[in-house]
Every structure is written in C-alpha cells, then in structure tokens.
Nanobody, 116 residues
Framework: QAQLVESGGGLVQPGGSLKLSCAASGFRFSYYTMSWYRQTTGKEREIVASISSTGDSTSYVDSVKGRFTISRDNAKSTLYLQMNSLKPEDTAVYYC?????????WGQGTQVTVSS
C-alpha cells in the first residue's frame, strides 16, 4: 500500500529556513513525478514545486522561485523541499504528492508556520 509521510515542519521566524522531507513506501518511487503542495484554511490547495521522476527537471510557483528548492533521492525513496527566506505568507500545511498517469498518492501533511 502506497504511503507518503511528511516531516520537518514547524514554527520559524520570517527570513528563516526549514527543510521538509517526504518518505515514500509501498510503490516504485523512482517512477513517479513528485510534488509539494500547500493549503491554508479557506483556500484551495496549490502546487508549490514539482520534480520529474529522474530529478532532472523541476518547476516552481512564481512566489517561491529563488527561495525554495525541491530535490529527491530515489535510492532512499525520499522527497525534499528546502525552504529559505521564509515569509509569513508561506504559512500553510504542506503536502507531498506522487503522480504517475491516473495514480495519485498524498501524504497527511506537515504544518509550516512563519511568524515572529
């Protein structure tokens, strides 16, 4: 059974950094496009960053370009999101997503709060 478990969230001051991790199991991680999404109360879930199955292609939403870096370690079946220069508007629950064709898996989410 496919499982995605996020970790690394927490409370950080504006300008600070966090690194999220997503440990995958139960499916062939290296075959899947992986993404990070985020959601705040009352808003739709939005995609933050994606990375191809091989890791050679990445994309970001404009609001995080130059501050966030998505990466993956296929040998460890783990996805990462390095977040630097965090802003209060980055506060959200961050979700890990695995997609291949019609198959989509989600993690349970990890809370990131940026506040002084």
């Amino acid at each position: 059974q496919a499982q995605l478990v996020e970790s690394g969230g927490g409370l950080v001051q504006p300008g600070g950094s966090l690194k999220l991790s997503c440990a995958a199991s139960g499916f062939r991680f290296s075959y899947y496009t992986m993404s990070w999404y985020r959601q705040t109360t009352g808003k739709e879930r939005e995609i933050v960053a994606s990375i191809s199955s091989t890791g050679d292609s990445t994309s970001y939403v404009d609001s995080v370009k130059g501050r966030f870096t998505i990466s993956r370690d296929n040998a460890k079946s783990t996805l990462y999101l390095q977040m630097n220069s965090l802003k209060p508007e980055d506060t959200a629950v961050y979700y890990c997503n695995a997609a291949r064709g019609r198959t989509v898996n989600w993690g349970q989410g990890t809370q990131v709060t940026v506040s002084s």
